[in-house]
């Protein structure tokens, strides 16, 4: 406990000297700022990893900080739109972002947004470390890694991942070269829960995701490997093993660095502000409940870890590096499929049509309230309550031309006809 009490004072004197404040001068000021709510941003899914441990971690912090915390979603453009509304908020503490940065890293160097990394991000801390790890079904012909990597010297095999622009396909790129195997076909779902998902309903052979959200999978699932130097959660995941250690080479390690994120200008503006973020922050992250609801999410005590702003922006250029090797493959274009098809049902008032597909495959294909877009007997529905309200009107035997990426587990689009 002494060596955290000495942590924070060191912190506390590097922001209050950079901000040109005497460190005794800014207790008053600390004490004096106390928001009625601070709200915080979620760049990702819903139901995810980072949205479910940063509803976790708010629940303690809210205590440290003597404030109301609330999760405000904004999700899409692999967390562009999440950063962007953070941006365009207030910058004076009220309003911070909630991050995973192993993928909204790789956002920024590819999309370029005008905005500056350096200058409008200074992170409050990590919530915990999330591995990267490749996944099947319990019941799946697949029994370890090695059986995927002598498949895969035979066929292409089919691989889902949450993002196309993601360290995870950086890796599954990789292994033609590093384990002699043919292209992999990579479908990139659109969340790590949907993943999760995919592979439970036997709609993909293979996953690759993150351990929290695998874990949701519970007996159901198993582990092959774990993408980092080391596995760090081995009784989270079946003892198994690293795929460096399945394939004798080193591949790029893959996590989510699940990151809440203040403005850049606020160490310089309001310092008090910055020492009562970062002190209640560190005092919730290491308070026992929250080391029990992080674990019930996936996140192991191992991997709730102290860094500081540098250590987290060093991984972040690290993502940066690793983009800038494999720039190639994030040209590749993934065109979304058309179909037409006839409802065989709905489930919960239109959210999910029912189908079967030319090879007799029933597919559940969610229409979705933001990712969708939505028209029904010609008309373009907008706005989430309107698109709940008009999904209800869907029923067996209805049509539909929807568009997807990959597999039908969500429309991009969806134009449905009640009528003939």
Same mark, same amino acid.
């Given at each position: 406990?002494?060596?955290?009490?000495?942590?924070?004072?060191?912190?506390?004197?590097?922001?209050?000297?950079?901000?040109?404040?005497?460190?005794?001068?800014?207790?008053?000021?600390?004490?004096?700022?106390?928001?009625?709510?601070?709200?915080?941003?979620?760049?990702?899914?819903?139901?995810?990893?980072?949205?479910?441990?940063?509803?976790?971690?708010?629940?303690?912090?809210?205590?440290?900080?003597?404030?109301?915390?609330?999760?405000?979603?904004?999700?899409?453009?692999?967390?562009?739109?999440?950063?962007?509304?953070?941006?365009?908020?207030?910058?004076?503490?009220?309003?911070?972002?909630?991050?995973?940065?192993?993928?909204?890293?790789?956002?920024?160097?590819?999309?370029?947004?005008?905005?500056?990394?350096?200058?409008?991000?200074?992170?409050?801390?990590?919530?915990?470390?999330?591995?990267?790890?490749?996944?099947?079904?319990?019941?799946?012909?697949?029994?370890?890694?090695?059986?995927?990597?002598?498949?895969?010297?035979?066929?292409?095999?089919?691989?889902?991942?949450?993002?196309?622009?993601?360290?995870?396909?950086?890796?599954?790129?990789?292994?033609?070269?590093?384990?002699?195997?043919?292209?992999?076909?990579?479908?990139?779902?659109?969340?790590?829960?949907?993943?999760?998902?995919?592979?439970?309903?036997?709609?993909?052979?293979?996953?690759?995701?993150?351990?929290?959200?695998?874990?949701?999978?519970?007996?159901?699932?198993?582990?092959?490997?774990?993408?980092?130097?080391?596995?760090?959660?081995?009784?989270?995941?079946?003892?198994?093993?690293?795929?460096?250690?399945?394939?004798?080479?080193?591949?790029?390690?893959?996590?989510?660095?699940?990151?809440?994120?203040?403005?850049?200008?606020?160490?310089?503006?309001?310092?008090?502000?910055?020492? =009562?973020? @970062?002190?209640?922050?560190?005092?919730? &992250?290491?308070?026992?409940? !929250? $080391?029990?609801?992080?674990? *019930?999410? %996936?996140?192991?005590?191992?991997?709730?870890?102290?860094?500081?702003?540098?250590?987290?922006?060093?991984?972040?250029?690290?993502?940066?590096?690793?983009?800038?090797?494999?720039?190639?493959?994030?040209?590749?274009?993934?065109?979304?499929? =058309?179909? @037409?098809?006839?409802?065989?049902?709905? &489930?919960?008032?239109?959210? !999910? $049509?029912?189908?079967?597909? *030319?090879? %007799?495959?029933?597919?559940?294909?969610?229409?979705?309230?933001?990712?969708?877009?939505?028209?029904?007997?010609?008309?373009?529905?907008?706005?989430?309550?309107?698109?709940?309200?008009?999904?209800?009107?869907?029923?067996?035997?209805?049509?539909?031309?929807?568009?997807?990426?990959?597999?039908?587990?969500?429309?991009?689009?969806?134009?449905?006809?009640?009528?003939?």
């Amino acid at each position: 406990m002494e060596k955290h009490h000495l942590k924070l004072a060191g912190f506390a004197a590097a922001i209050l000297a950079a901000a040109g404040v005497a460190f005794g001068a800014a207790a008053p000021a600390q004490a004096a700022w106390q928001p009625k709510k601070i709200t915080i941003i979620l760049s990702h899914s819903l139901g995810g990893g980072q949205d479910r441990l940063t509803r976790a971690f708010s629940k303690i912090w809210s205590k440290h900080l003597g404030t109301k915390l609330t999760v405000k979603p904004k999700r899409g453009a692999s967390g562009r739109i999440g950063f962007d509304f953070f941006m365009s908020q207030a910058r004076d503490g009220s309003v911070l972002l909630s991050s995973n940065i192993g993928t909204t890293s790789i956002m920024y160097v590819k999309q370029r947004p005008k905005w500056s990394w350096t200058e409008k991000v200074r992170f409050v801390g990590l919530m915990g470390i999330d591995p990267g790890a490749i996944f099947v079904l319990k019941s799946s012909k697949y029994k370890s890694m090695k059986d995927v990597i002598a498949d895969a010297k035979l066929r292409t095999v089919i691989m889902g991942l949450s993002s196309w622009d993601s360290l995870e396909n950086m890796v599954v790129h990789s292994l033609p070269k590093q384990a002699g195997i043919k292209p992999m076909r990579v479908i990139p779902i659109g969340g790590g829960s949907d993943t999760v998902t995919a592979v439970l309903g036997k709609h993909l052979p293979v996953g690759f995701g993150k351990v929290s959200n695998i874990g949701k999978g519970g007996k159901k699932v198993r582990f092959l490997a774990v993408v980092m130097a080391t596995n760090p959660v081995m009784d989270l995941t079946g003892n198994a093993p690293t795929l460096d250690s399945v394939l004798g080479t080193k591949t790029v390690p893959v996590a989510s660095y699940r990151s809440i994120i203040a403005p850049g200008e606020l160490g310089a503006k309001y310092p008090d502000r910055v020492l =009562k973020l @970062k002190s209640t922050f560190e005092a919730a &992250k290491d308070d026992p409940a !929250y $080391i029990k609801l992080a674990k *019930k999410v %996936g996140v192991h005590p191992k991997l709730i870890v102290d860094w500081d702003h540098d250590k987290i922006q060093a991984q972040v250029e690290q993502g940066w590096a690793a983009y800038q090797a494999n720039s190639s493959m994030f040209k590749i274009k993934i065109k979304p499929v =058309k179909v @037409k098809v006839v409802l065989t049902g709905v &489930k919960k008032k239109g959210k !999910y $049509i029912l189908f079967t597909d *030319k090879s %007799g495959k029933k597919w559940k294909t969610r229409i979705h309230r933001r990712a969708t877009k939505f028209w029904i007997d010609g008309k373009r529905i907008k706005g989430k309550k309107a698109i709940k309200k008009a999904r209800k009107a869907l029923k067996k035997g209805h049509t539909c031309e929807i568009t997807y990426m990959g597999f039908p587990l969500r429309a991009r689009t969806a134009k449905c006809s009640t009528k003939g």
